[in-house]
DNA sequence: TTAATTATATATTATTTCTGTAGAGTTTAA
DNA sequence: TTAAACTCTACAGAAATAATATATAATTAA
């Protein structure tokens, strides 16, 4: 059980834009460099938070990105939720398809409540709340 | 952040003997055949429950494993972290050795939190408790 | 217009992790 | 003596993840 990359750089990328704020957009290229993520991968990941709502771009020269919301109000549950695919989790032990006791298996309760305040947690932080207090650049 | 088939095989050896405690041991054999998993890879995984104390084994012709507790006093939550490495979990979104915030970075803390609630979950349910709730055999 | 920059989609490669099997010998007890 | 667990190790295949690369279109400032 582990946390992708994606969600971290995902995380980093947002941080960054929180951190310029009010600078005008702020570029691929620029973040490719401060967090040295290729611009490539970076497009993808960005691409993600735009379609999430996270992120808003402007284009042409002197375009770039910028956060489409105030950073109070973006949290790590919700771009966590964005990245993880949560795969194999909510579901059953046994690996079955058709499931026969359906709603009535207590494992997939005990799941689906373990999950629900697992992200309720990330929820309650925004990244302008860690925007000054992680140790990266 | 998906589930590991290692913690779902091991709920499903747990379970299958508190379905049979009582019977005297329960030989690997029997399990592989009734749960479709390798007699070579059973042994593995009951080893790691063997260390965490959650299964005991007797030796010899006749032989087998039964539960060392009571099924009640088994919890998902437990198992799961038998299985479940965490790897990149609690960690920052830096990805430094040398976290020059250490205790006070906010994303370490926020983790640490969301990961402490959803095991406090996992483990307020025992195998004894979905022992008969589930789908599978 | 031109250069800069994002948008979009897809393909490909590399790396890592996870699964599961297998072997070979040891120990224990009926 | 035999059935079964114990232990340790190696390996192969599969799957997932991560990252790079390619190509083309659309947009806009200067």
């Known amino acids: 059980m582990k946390v992708s990359t994606k969600s971290r750089y995902g995380m980093i990328i947002l ?3 929180a951190r310029h704020d009010g600078n005008g957009p702020v570029q691929v290229g620029e973040i490719s460099k401060r ?3 290729s611009v490539k991968y970076l497009e993808q ?6 379609k999430a709502n996270l992120i808003t ?3 042409g020269a002197k375009g770039g990105h910028v956060l489409a919301k105030d950073p109070r109000q973006i949290t790590i549950g919700h771009v ?5 695919t ?3 989790m909510g579901g059953c032990f046994c ?3 058709d499931c026969r006791m359906a709603d009535a298996c207590r494992v997939r309760n005990v799941w689906q409540e373990a999950i629900e305040t697992f ?10 709340d860690i925007k000054e207090n992680i140790c990266c650049e």
Chains 1, 2 share one sequence.
């Open 45 to 50: 990941l960005i691409l993600q938070l735009k």
């Open 35 to 37: 967090q040295d993520i």
């Open 80 to 84: 966590f939720k964005i990245f993880e």
């Open 57 to 59: 771009s402007i284009r």
């Open 95 to 97: 690996n079955q398809e």
């Open 15 to 17: 941080i960054d834009l």
């Open 119 to 128: 992200y309720e947690k990330l929820e309650s932080t925004s990244i302008a």
């Open 86 to 88: 949560n795969k194999n």
